[in-house]
């Protein structure tokens, strides 16, 4: 359904709609600034490389034939955009301050506040904050492809086929990707969740 859509309002920017590319726009404004935060890290450059991305994107819109989805084909312009900002900069897509005072992690928190029940106590909500802050610092703590495949599927929900396209690799490199990156939060959650005697926090 939303692929339909997609298709319709692209249709539209193709015979001069401009209104209908704001709508493109719109829906995925939030998802391209969320990919970019976790390549870039930096907070004053998320913005502006996802302008750049959609400038891309309606320069490059009368090319698009439809053989992918548009999301898809947004996403592997706004990895593009972000791999070329790194390095015209010259940075590596570390944590920076701003980084860490974007509100990501209060993000995170909120939504496993909004998950928790009513009747957990203090103690299970501090476990699934610590639980949430963990995974997170693992995320960061990934190479830039591993970070990049596992955003992808779990936070995108993008399929392995999808991944492989944005990517630019072939599917199995997407798979070992993923895997490897599972492995490495579950090493960082081990410790959390291996409690003495069997007990729960």
Known sequence: MSADADALLIERVKRGDQKAFELLVIKYQRKIERLIARMVRDTDLIQDIAQETF????RALPQFRGDSAFYTWLYRIAVNTAKK??????????????????????EETSRVERELSDGETPEAVMASKEIAATVNAAIEALSEDLRQAITLREIEGLSYEEIAEVMNCPIGTV???????????????????????????
């Open 55 to 58: 400038l891309r994107a309606y």
């Open 85 to 106: 900002a790194l390095v015209e900069l010259k940075r590596d897509p570390l944590v920076t301050e701003s980084a860490r005072s974007a509100g990501g992690d209060e």
């Open 175 to 201: 798979r070992s990707r993923i895997f490897r990156a599972r492995e490495a939060i579950a090493e960082r959650l081990r410790p959390l969740l291996d409690t003495p005697d069997g007990k729960r926090w």
